[in-house]
């Protein structure tokens, strides 16, 4: 386009006083067709975006929740997050993994030392090689990772019709309004609605991309006995495992926003008394005057 609109142009190029005038206005003719040719251009790709758009709206995106946690000054519910670790552990920890958070992040936040280390000690891990050169298992300690329910990704992927399910370390960072979208994933399993086939091994769930999951509903009401007491309805159950793989994606939240009060407080007390010293100490040196015999 460019290419074109540069050769008309300096074909009417004509050189002499007479011609000047006639050659100067049909370039700017030219270059006024190719800026209109660059607006189509311009109007068509917005036209495609837009129709991206629609189709994203095609999607049930999931309502808006309130979390104790997504207040500027919230820290996440330590009980629940101990709940919601009862939660995976009884039932997402059969077919989902946690590779990327380490048993010692749970001290002092949902549990006590002695009953992190009794917890990871309860699964072995391979380790090695030993002085022999051979591998060996040893109990988990608390600075070792979760267990992965699989050995590789094509065991997984044979144990589930095909389907592998994904790690949930940063489950909620790698979803749009992830806390939200989990919930309303959880609870959102429906009868699929008439003219709908699904083929044998899917499940219909109108917050999942397509509608057809893999995945059964696997929350129930009293499908744990909580450890407090709470009752362990459904609802109960997919907030307090959401609350738990928050905090697992993110298990500085609380010590971020601890500091975070604490630098803007401090910043705050400087610019109050930086703003003392431009106003009532350094305007008086910059107010006077300087005179030289």
């Known amino acids: 386009m460019f290419k074109l609109a540069s050769t008309v142009a300096r074909s009417n190029v004509v050189v002499?006083?007479?011609?000047?005038?006639?050659?100067?206005?049909?370039?700017?003719?030219?270059?006024?067709?190719?800026?209109?040719?660059?607006?189509?251009?311009?109007?068509?790709?917005?036209?495609?975006?837009?129709?991206?758009?629609?189709?994203?709206?095609?999607?049930?995106?999931?309502?808006?929740?309130?979390?104790?946690?997504?207040?500027?000054?919230?820290?996440?519910?330590?009980?629940?997050?101990?709940?919601?670790?009862?939660?995976?552990?009884?039932?997402?920890?059969?077919?989902?993994?946690?590779?990327?958070?380490?048993?010692?992040?749970?001290?002092?936040?949902?549990?006590?030392?002695?009953?992190?280390?009794?917890?990871?000690?309860?699964?072995?891990?391979?380790?090695?090689?030993?002085?022999?050169?051979?591998?060996?298992?040893?109990?988990?300690?608390?600075?070792?990772?979760?267990?992965?329910?699989?050995?590789?990704?094509?065991?997984?992927?044979?144990?589930n019709a095909g389907a592998y399910p994904p790690d949930l370390s940063l489950m909620v960072k790698a979803r749009h309004s992830g806390d939200d979208y989990l919930f309303a994933l959880l609870t959102g399993y429906r009868d699929a609605p008439e003219g709908i086939t699904l083929r044998e091994g899917l499940y219909y769930n109108p917050y999942f991309p397509g509608g057809a999951i893999a995945m059964p509903k696997q929350l129930q009401d009293g499908g744990v006995d909580y450890e407090d007491g709470t009752p362990a309805t459904e609802s109960q159950m997919a907030r307090d495992v959401v609350t738990f793989l928050a905090w697992a994606a993110e298990p500085e939240h609380d010590d971020r926003k601890r500091a975070g009060i604490k630098w803007v407080f401090a910043l705050a007390m400087m610019a109050v008394a930086s703003g003392y010293y431009k106003r009532f100490r350094f305007s008086i040196l910059k107010a006077q005057k300087l005179s030289y015999k």
Not at 29 to 49: C, I, N, P, R
Not at 85 to 114: G, K, N, P, W
């Open 16 to 159: 002499g006083v007479a011609g000047k005038k006639l050659s100067t206005s049909a370039g700017k003719k030219a270059s006024s067709e190719s800026f209109s040719k660059l607006l189509a251009v311009g109007a068509l790709s917005t036209v495609g975006l837009g129709s991206l758009a629609l189709a994203d709206d095609e999607v049930l995106h999931a309502p808006s929740y309130k979390w104790d946690h997504h207040g500027p000054f919230s820290a996440f519910d330590h009980a629940a997050i101990r709940r919601g670790h009862q939660v995976y552990t009884q039932v997402c920890a059969a077919c989902h993994s946690l590779e990327l958070v380490a048993y010692r992040t749970l001290i002092d936040v949902a549990f006590s030392e002695a009953e992190v280390k009794y917890m990871a000690a309860e699964h072995d891990v391979l380790d090695g090689p030993d002085e022999n050169g051979e591998m060996f298992e040893r109990p988990r300690k608390p600075s070792d990772k979760f267990p992965s329910p699989y050995q590789n990704e094509e065991e997984g992927r044979m144990a």
